[in-house]
């Protein structure tokens, strides 16, 4: 009953940029925090922002200082514009939101993930 759909992955070449957004539907009564993950190739899944409600952002070392996360409360919406962008980046790319929402007849805080896009950065 609720759902993250994920948008404005692509291909671009280093140093380029692209905006990634993602915007939650459905029985939603509140958004506790919502954020970026990514898995490249061969790797773990891993955090690379975070916004919670309040204000507050978090990011990973590698991307400070060129990725922004930002959200749209009245859309429930979070967008990372990423900058500055290194063939390193190169991921698919997952939107994540902890909601407390309807599930069944009943409110359940409980965390949704994208469907995942994928970010191409050539060198």
């Known amino acids: 009953q609720v759902q993250l759909v994920e948008s404005g992955g692509g291909s671009v070449q280093a140093g380029g940029s692209l905006r990634l957004s993602c915007a939650a539907s459905g029985s939603i009564f509140s958004i506790y925090a919502m954020g970026w993950y990514r898995q490249a190739p061969g790797k773990q899944r891993e955090l690379v922002a975070t916004?919670?409600?309040?204000?507050?952002?978090n990011y990973e070392d590698s991307v400070k200082g060129r990725f922004t996360i930002s959200r749209d409360n009245a859309k429930n919406t979070v967008y990372l514009q990423m900058n500055s962008l290194k063939p390193e980046d190169t991921a698919v790319y997952y939107c994540?939101?902890?909601?407390?929402?309807?599930?069944?007849?009943?409110?359940?805080?409980?965390?949704?993930w994208g469907q995942g896009t994928q970010v191409t950065v050539s060198s």
């Open positions: 994540n939101a902890d909601i407390l929402g309807l599930v069944g007849s009943s409110s359940k805080e409980a965390l949704y």
């Open positions: 916004s919670i409600s309040g204000g507050s952002t």
